[in-house]
């Protein structure tokens, strides 16, 4: 299984981004995909999943209302759109895949895959 996350940059606060994650090597059809970030000198931190047969989208509380989580079947690739950018969203996204529970959406110990990342940097 390879993910690949793309879209990342610099973006002035207030702006807008869109990530991709293209999914190599099988489908998650009974599991769930989604993105984590890991911000300068701290620890990696759950923002969206999404479940890969339903749609049933999660958010972190500190995303929910600006961040959009989605993905294309046909074209096995997750999503995420980011708007309203403030500076404290700068971080590396990952793109992972794997099989939570309702327990443990936020963990990422839950999830089984992971890309490399794509840097997101936010200036006020």
């Known amino acids: 299984v390879q993910l690949v996350e793309s879209g990342g940059g610099l973006v002035l606060a207030g702006g807008s981004l869109r990530l991709a994650c293209l999914a190599s090597g099988r489908t998650f059809s009974n599991g769930a995909m989604g993105w984590f970030r890991q911000p300068p000198r701290k620890a990696r931190e759950f923002v969206a999943a999404?479940?890969?047969?339903?749609?049933?989208?999660y958010y972190a509380d500190c995303v929910k209302g600006r961040f959009t989580i989605s993905r294309d079947t046909v074209k096995n690739t997750l999503y995420l759109q980011m708007d309203s950018l403030k500076p404290g969203d700068t971080a590396d996204y990952y793109c992972t895949a794997g099989y939570p529970d309702s327990t443990n959406w936020a963990s990422p110990h839950a999830y089984d895959y992971w890309g490399l990342g794509t840097q997101v940097t936010v200036s006020s």
């Open positions: 999404i479940t890969w047969s339903s749609g049933n989208a």
